[in-house]
């Protein structure tokens, strides 16, 4: 039986689990600062500054995590195209679990000044590194293992284990804050999360060992075709429609999280007034069943192809999330319900990781995927919540008319694919040589 054709077996869902475990404890790594910003502002930066500046640095240093993603993921992906896929995935969760361990333990301005938040960004720039790293690796490490006809599925259920990891930060501050008092928290508990993080992530890359390099990368050492030159040279050179259609389709994810996952909670506290434990608790409703739409997506693709699947995934997402918008504050009975159906329509980002591994051949997949996606995010995911906010000094309702421009864009990506020969035929195999984008 074929590679093409086989069911997912043992192996496999052993690959998939590892990566799905350490993709979901990267991403609580990399998120549990937000939860606990406001505390490490007040004893990282001098206790004398106005409260403004302390937030606009604080902020700062988390951005410096999303800044340095490209750099760290294009720097690992070219390696992972020359030395091999699994040092650098074990390699990224490493550089997330120190660094996250180290905040941890990391002395306060009271006791060693300004060298406290130098430390605390040069941390922070290690996890960004780190994450720019991980998502592409894995995503490019479990298609080639699977299956050609199982990579939406794989994909879906990584993409669905990085949402366990922002679900579970959020889960863990909340521990935090209702069993601990505030001085308490400050007196150390603030330490407990980011302590807890980076002993998993240690767990997770022992654990990791015992995966095994893609049998597409050794197939292609044996035939001696690892890129002759610097992969990214190549990917800037010779696949620039697949780099545009990867940005895009990122775009479409970065939006998606950003402002109906992570800003929504806010915005309906400020808009409506909601009680902020209600709309946490209605958020973490539409985690979930965007861990259920990540899945979801992958299964659906992997039958019907990329195509069909962004046709109606965003236009499911444009109407889910216009009622939201427009009915959540007014008929708060219902937002439990409405947050839950727009969290489920978001999960069709689970198929974007579908289309960017088959946009790129073996020998640069990779650096192909790292450089667009980790590009894109920096950019996007970095000036969505910007643009989101400054949009709502001109109408309350700019999320809404965000998150609607962004399902017509996938929708036109939907409609531009139906022309995409791989999608078309089906499930053409993934393999060393260049899959059409």
């Known amino acids: 039986m074929s ?30 600062f937000v939860f606990f910003a406001a505390v490490v502002g007040e004893l ?24 340095a993603r490209p750099l760290g993921g294009i720097i690992m992906a070219h390696f992972g195209d020359l030395v091999g896929r699994k040092k650098m995935f074990t390699l990224s969760i490493l550089l997330m679990a120190v660094p996250t361990l180290a905040i941890g333990l990391l002395p306060t301005y009271a006791s060693v000044g300004l060298a406290a938040p130098i430390l605390l960004l040069l941390m ?11 998502v592409p690796g894995a995503w490019v490490f479990v298609a080639e293992h699977v299956p050609s006809r199982r990579i939406g599925i794989a994909c879906g259920t990584l993409t669905a284990g990085l949402t366990v990891g922002i679900l579970l930060g959020s889960v863990v501050a909340t521990l935090i804050n209702t069993q601990l008092t505030p001085q308490a928290i400050h007196d150390g508990g603030w330490r407990i999360p980011f302590l807890l993080g980076g002993v998993f992530g240690l767990v997770a890359m022992y ?58 909670p806010v915005w309906l506290q400020k808009q409506y007034g909601l009680a902020p434990a209600l709309t946490l608790q209605a958020n973490s ?31 499911l997402l444009a109407c889910s999330s216009w009622l939201f918008y427009h009915l959540a504050g007014t008929h708060p009975q219902q937002l439990f319900l409405l947050y839950g159906l727009v969290g489920l329509c978001v999960g069709v980002v689970g198929a974007v990781p579908y289309v960017m591994v088959r946009a790129f051949p073996a020998e640069v997949r990779f650096t192909g995927i790292s450089f667009s996606y980790n590009v894109s995010y920096a950019i996007f995911g970095g000036l969505t919540p910007i643009a989101v906010t400054m949009l709502m000094g001109v109408s309350p309702m700019a999320p809404a008319w965000y998150v609607l421009a962004l399902s017509l864009l996938g929708l036109g990506l939907g409609i531009w694919l139906r022309n995409d020969i791989a999608d078309a035929a089906g499930h053409e195999p993934l393999s060393g040589s260049p899959d059409k984008a």
Not at 44 to 67: K, N, S
Not at 124 to 134: D, T
Request: charged content about 15%; hydrophobic content about 55%; glycine content about 8%.
């Open 285 to 315: 409703v539409a985690t979930v069943m965007l861990c259920v739409g990540c899945l979801l997506a992958g299964w659906i693709v992997d039958r019907v192809g990329a195509s069909k699947t962004f046709i109606v995934g965003s236009l």
């Open 207 to 264: 654990l990791r060992r015992w995966l095994q390099e893609t049998p597409i990368f050794l197939e292609m050492q044996q035939r001696k075709a690892l890129a002759q030159e610097l992969p990214i040279k190549s990917v800037v050179l010779k696949h620039k429609q697949a780099v545009v259609v990867s940005m895009l389709l990122t775009w479409l994810l970065s939006a998606g999280i950003v402002v109906v996952i992570l800003m929504s």
């Open 3 to 32: 590679n093409y054709t086989r069911p997912l077996n043992r192996q496999d869902y052993k690959t998939l689990t590892l990566a799905a475990l350490g993709g979901a404890l990267e991403f609580y790594d990399f998120i549990i």
């Open 44 to 67: 990282f930066f001098p206790a004398d500054i106005p409260e403004w500046l302390r937030q606009v640095q604080t902020f700062g240093i988390f951005a410096a995590g999303y800044l």
């Open 124 to 134: 922070r720039i290690l996890q960004g590194a780190a994450i720019g790293g991980e």
